[in-house]
């Protein structure tokens, strides 16, 4: 541990294995803190105005059901600024990347990378370094 505070995270995701698959691998990095898990953009905005400590980092499927991740994204923006977000997605085209990031998103990760290129830009959401693993 490095004796900072967590990183905490929110996860926004329709497959439910999916989330809970992304929780437990999460859970296994010391300084990185699962604060909630939501089944679609409108699950996470309620969630996100009950709670009293918020996530620094939402990870987020794309497409969800009643509030996808782009629609979720812009509202985040507005409402949440200071979250970063971070798209999850299966689709790989540079256009749809460059425009979720102009509406907001700080990062964009394929359902196939690796635990570790996770890792590292949920670090680098919150300007932090990833230290090797000992």
């Known amino acids: 541990m490095s004796g900072l505070p967590p990183i905490r995270l929110a996860i ?14 999460l859970t296994g990095f010391d300084e990185i803190e699962v604060l909630f898990e939501a089944g679609d953009g409108q699950d996470l905005l309620e969630r996100l105005d009950t709670v009293t400590v918020r996530p620094d980092v939402i990870l987020m499927d794309l497409q969800m059901p009643v509030l996808d991740g782009l629609q979720t994204t812009r509202l985040l923006r507005v409402q949440y600024p200071q979250v970063r977000v971070i798209i999850i997605s299966m ?25 570790e290129e996770m890792r ?13 693993a000992v």
Do not use: T, W
């Open 91 to 115: 689709h790989d085209e540079p256009e749809l990347i460059d425009s979720l990031k102009a509406e907001g998103a700080f990062g964009y990760l394929l359902k196939n990378a690796s635990p």
């Open 12 to 25: 926004a995701d329709d497959h439910i294995l999916f989330r809970k698959g992304l929780r437990a691998l």
């Open 120 to 132: 590292r830009l949920i670090y680098a959401a919150v300007g932090r370094k990833v230290v090797a």
